[in-house]
Structure formats: structure tokens, C-alpha cells
């Protein structure tokens, strides 16, 4: 699974016209919302309902995964691959030629090595850039675990909700996070990556007391417009983290920063549970410990939200004549398959390593 995110993120977004990129890079993170929230409807259906409990959702999960293998199977390689693939496999040959082999004696180029040459070469030049993307992914999906991970144990045990209706605020909360995702992630085409990101921390921030104050049905509210600017701050990162990424490393990178910064933020959740051990409240009817969870995430999340901000404000983003180069290249490149240019020919500017 882990695997998985770079790549899909480069399948989908390489080949775009630039334009179209913040609007399909939001469509794409939002496929994290539309899982948590079929994850939740499909709790609520199969969970209480089966006498497998739990292991019903495990089961019915295993099968999605079949219809995409089918789909990707379907599906042709991007033409930005191919041209990379195609120019990686020319300069391994010039290499084969520069070190005197003869023409009947050489062998087809190994493309795993001229790929291990350039990713060395790439993570050598840009190895600060690199922790960066980790550092700044370590606060994105800490924004996520924040807002999400305790937030059901806030509603049943201090807002004393039912399970059903904890499930419509987590569905509404994820419909909110696949607007905001949409959303922003389409305006960040025009006003800059990075501003709309800072935009998001800034309202995200301001609406974390309404998402935790109230005592009633009113969250169904709070929590939309809290996770229109949680999904919205998370929709240009698709695209965001392929514009700083190394051409080499580009699927590589996306998905490997992305995950570190998973892995960085799984202990979320211990860091909230530890914060809640100092704000217990009265035990609950049958004497089970409770804790102010919506204080435990008020603090955490807020904490989040200036982390990220402070980090997109000193981070980079791809210049505009950098834009102009890229947009420039996907055209060039789809004119040429158009008209039937075979990748191996095709020599198109890319970001340089």
C-alpha cells in the first residue's frame, strides 16, 4: 500500500496540461476522504450488523483492491515515463559508447543501473530539499491523525452521541475535506501552491474552537468547515510535491517523503493519549476512565496548524518560468504523440537534477 502513492500520483498528474493539475491533484488526495468516509458508512452497515463484527470490514475490503489491479492493468504508461524511460536508455548507451564498447560487443543498456547512477546524483544535490518534503509531510499527516483520530471518542464520551450520529459527523467532516480538497486545490493554479496552503492553516486554525466547544448536533457544522480546510490544505500536495521533487526521483520521491512523514506522525495518537492523561474528567457510568479529548485535540491541532504554516511560509515552490518550462513540456510532448513521434525521439526540456 505504502507503494502505491507516488506513482498513482504520477500516473494521474504527469501527463496534465498545467492548469489542470491543482483541480486534479485535490481529485486525487480526496481519494484518502472518499475511503475514510466509505470506511465509515461500511462500519456502520457491516460492523454492528454481522456476527463477524469487525473482521465483516477486513473482508469486504479485500475485494476493491482486485478492480484496481484490473484498471491500472488497462491503462497505458504516461508519456512522460516513456520519454524518461527513452532518454534514460540513451544516455546509458552514449555511457556504454564513452567507455570504448564496441557496437557488436555492447549490451542492451541496463536501465536499473543508469537509474541508480541518477538517483544517487539526485539525492546528493538535493538532500536538504528531500528532508524538508519530510519534515513538512511529518506536519500534513499530523494535521490528519489531529483532527481525525480522537475525534469519535470525543463525540461518544464527552458529547455522549450516538453512534449513529457519530457517523453522520464523520461523513459530513469528509464531505467537507472533498470540497475543500477540490477547492483549493483548483485555486492553487492560479494564486501560487504555496499561499493557498498558508490560507488554509490560517482559517483551519481559527475554526479549531467551534470544532471542540459545542455540545450538540450543531459539530455536524464545525466539523465540515474544519476539514474543508484540513482537505483543503492537503489538495495542491499532490502536485506540490511533484514540482519540487528531482525529475529522476519523482514518483520515488512523492511517495517515499509522503510516508516518512506518515511514519513521523503515527505517534499522534500516544502524544494525544499522553496530553489527555493530564486533563481527566469524571469516570463514566461504569467507572471507564474518561479524559477531555476535545481540549487534548484543540491543543494538538493548533499546534499543527502553525507548524505547517511556519514550514510552507520558509519552504520553497516551483518559480513561474519553471510553470512556463513544465506546461511547455507536457504540450510538446502530447503534440508528438499525436502525431505518432515514437517516445525514443521525443527531447523535451525537463526540470534539470
Known amino acids: 500500500m505504502g507503494g502505491m502513492y507516488g506513482p498513482a500520483a504520477n500516473t494521474a498528474l504527469a501527463d496534465l496540461p498545467y492548469d489542470a493539475r491543482g483541480l486534479l491533484s485535490g481529485l486525487y488526495q480526496n481519494g484518502y476522504s472518499i475511503g475514510y468516509l466509505l470506511a465509515a458508512v461500511f462500519y456502520r452497515a457491516l460492523v454492528p450488523t454481522t456476527t463477524h463484527g469487525w473482521r465483516s470490514l477486513f473482508w469486504f475490503a479485500a475485494g476493491p483492491p482486485?478492480?484496481?489491479m484490473v484498471f491500472r492493468l488497462a491503462m497505458p504508461e504516461t508519456n512522460h515515463f516513456q520519454t524518461l524511460k527513452a532518454e534514460r536508455a540513451v544516455r546509458a548507451t552514449s555511457t556504454q559508447g564513452d567507455g570504448g564498447t564496441s557496437a557488436t560487443s555492447a549490451k542492451k543498456p541496463n536501465g536499473i543501473a543508469t537509474f541508480g547512477r541518477e538517483a544517487g546524483r539526485a539525492v546528493k544535490q538535493n538532500w536538504v530539499l528531500l528532508i524538508y518534503m519530510v519534515v513538512l509531510m511529518t506536519g500534513f499527516n499530523s494535521c490528519s491523525h489531529g483532527s481525525q483520530d480522537f475525534f469519535p471518542t470525543f463525540l461518544k464520551n464527552q458529547v455522549e452521541l450516538s453512534a449513529t450520529q457519530v457517523t453522520i459527523i464523520a461523513v459530513v467532516g469528509q464531505l467537507g475535506s472533498i470540497t475543500g480538497g477540490t477547492t483549493?486545490?483548483?485555486?492553487?493554479t492560479f494564486s501560487g501552491r504555496r499561499l493557498i496552503m498558508l490560507t488554509a492553516c490560517i482559517f483551519g486554525g481559527a475554526i479549531v474552537p467551534a470544532y471542540i466547544l459545542p455540545r450538540d448536533m450543531s459539530l455536524v457544522a464545525?466539523?465540515?468547515?474544519?476539514?474543508v480546510f484540513v482537505g483543503g490544505v492537503w489538495g495542491p500536495i499532490p502536485i506540490h510535491l511533484m514540482e519540487l521533487?528531482?525529475?529522476?526521483l519523482r514518483a520515488t520521491t512523492v511517495g517515499l517523503t509522503y510516508q516518512l512523514g506518515n511514519l513521523a506522525s503515527s505517534a499522534s495518537a500516544t502524544i494525544q493519549a499522553i496530553i489527555g492523561?493530564?486533563?481527566?474528567?469524571?469516570p463514566g457510568p461504569k467507572g471507564v476512565k474518561r479524559f477531555d479529548y476535545g481540549k487534548v485535540i484543540a491543543i494538538f491541532i493548533a499546534s499543527v496548524w502553525a507548524y505547517i504554516f511556519l514550514f510552507l511560509l520558509a519552504g520553497p515552490e516551483m518559480t513561474q518560468h519553471e510553470r512556463e518550462e513544465e506546461a511547455e513540456?507536457?504540450?510538446?510532448?502530447?503534440?508528438?504523440?499525436?502525431d505518432g513521434v515514437a517516445m525514443e525521439v521525443v527531447h523535451v526540456s525537463e526540470k534539470v537534477v
Open 66 to 68: 482486485v478492480l484496481l
Open 184 to 188: 483549493l486545490g483548483y485555486i492553487s
Open 222 to 227: 464545525s466539523a465540515f468547515f474544519e476539514q
Open 245 to 248: 521533487s528531482p525529475t529522476a
Open 277 to 282: 492523561e493530564r486533563y481527566p474528567l469524571p
Open 329 to 338: 513540456a507536457v504540450r510538446t510532448r502530447e503534440l508528438l504523440r499525436q
